[in-house]
């Protein structure tokens, strides 16, 4: 099991780096071509919503990514360390108006993820959350076939 670690400062304009090293490795790890724009738009929303979720939490932790290359697929998880509240908890520091807001945004990053990865684990707790998406890979001799 091979394993790249990114680790990122909270700013948007790393976020494109992200999905360029994450094609790149879902690439090399033998996910089909076909598939590489879906790999590239997930992991762009998933570590978009990590960012936001740092900034606006004033979060100053870099933002983790591990691209985990495994026997017959390919997994890539981002990492976040936002407190997520519980269903009826708040967070401390939430302002109810903009938690709305960025509850709203939040989910719509998620079905977005959601209708590009079919595998995909979402969780989430006070000391941090994660997306976990996962792909199948093509065994090495059928990608010279």
């Keep these: ?48 919503r990590a960012v936001g979720l740092h900034r606006n939490g004033g979060i100053s932790a870099p933002v983790k ?10 997994s890539i998880e981002v990492g976040d360390e936002a407190p997520h509240a519980t269903p009826g908890e708040r967070v401390p520091g939430d302002v109810p108006g903009d938690a709305d807001a960025e509850t709203e945004e ?21 000391h941090g959350g994660s997306i976990r998406m996962r792909w199948p890979t093509v065994p090495p001799a059928t990608l010279l076939a």
Excluded: N, Y
């Design 65 to 74: 990514v591990l691209l985990i290359e495994e026997e017959k697929q390919f």
């Design 106 to 126: 939040d989910e719509m990053g998620l079905a977005v993820i959601s209708g590009l990865v079919d595998d995909v684990e979402v969780s989430a707790g006070r």
């Design 1 to 48: 099991m091979a394993t790249v670690e990114l680790r990122f400062s909270a700013l948007p304009e790393h976020v494109r780096t992200a999905r360029l090293v994450a094609a790149a490795v879902a690439r090399r790890a033998g996910v089909d071509e076909a598939v590489l724009d879906e790999v590239r738009l997930a992991v762009g929303e998933a570590c978009t």
